[in-house]
């Protein structure tokens, strides 16, 4: 019985399996209008480009506010080193629980497509009230006086940590459909798109991989005041 069910199986996979000269996908894909999809004007390695280049900058713009947000906490908002790493932690938690929210919406409501879009919206708001936080002068705390530090008002705390959520908040939409959207771009009953497949996943890792690694090397410049860094450091030991 076993030697009939091998060859059998196999037919009836090949039998799924479209043509490569085909109009339409044969998944059942529709494009943003509802429309089937026509296999020579879109998806595929077309479309790819655009996906690898979102979650590059994602992954860029993730790391390179990671890294120095301890730094950051301690030297420019004058928290002890305890809250500052409590602090970062739970942004990092978060970022990794709104992925929840955001494959809810994709699934529920919104799409793969228009979660993206509505979430990196998010996120770039995010990074705009970050910038604004980091630049006015009015939204950070003056500087140390003779190793008296004042600390940061409700109001700049609130400005900084909106930013700072929002960005977390636009990532749980990113990180979930980014993948899973990419592979919708590939017919899987075509031969060649199917094994394209598995090529998008793996430029994707690497993409991925190559921001963080510009982030920590390249963006996050770490340029710490080591003798007010002591300060804060004995400060908190002296608690």
Not at 1 to 6: D, I, L, P
Not at 141 to 167: K, R, Y
Not at 211 to 233: E, N, P, R, Y
């Amino acid at each position: 019985m076993e030697n009939f069910e091998e060859p059998t199986r196999l037919l009836l996979e090949d039998s799924l399996l479209q043509s490569e000269q085909s109009l339409h996908t044969g998944d059942g894909s529709v494009n943003i209008k509802g429309e089937l999809v026509v296999k020579s004007e879109t998806g595929t390695w077309k479309a790819c480009p655009f996906i690898l280049g979102t979650f590059f900058c994602e992954r860029l713009a993730y790391y390179g506010i990671a890294t120095n947000l301890v730094t950051y906490l301690t030297t420019k908002l004058h928290q002890g080193l305890v809250s500052a790493a409590k602090n970062v932690t739970t942004f990092q938690g978060t970022c990794y629980l709104t992925p929840l929210v955001g494959s809810f919406f994709a699934d529920a409501y919104l799409g793969r497509y228009w979660t993206i879009a509505v979430f990196y919206g998010i996120y770039l708001i995010g990074i705009c009230i970050l910038i604004l936080s980091a630049t006015i002068s009015a939204l950070e705390p003056t500087e140390c006086v003779n190793s008296v530090c004042p600390s940061a008002t409700l109001a700049q705390n609130v400005v900084f940590f909106l930013g700072l959520f929002l960005i977390a908040l636009g990532t749980g939409g990113i990180k979930p459909c980014i993948w899973p959207f990419g592979a919708d771009q590939f017919d899987d009953t075509d031969h060649r798109e199917r094994a394209s497949k598995g090529s998008f996943f793996n430029w994707n890792y690497f993409t991925s991989n190559i921001g963080a690694l510009l982030s920590v090397t390249i963006l996050a410049h770490q340029s710490i005041d080591f003798k007010g860094q002591g300060v804060v450091l004995l400060q908190e030991f002296a608690r």
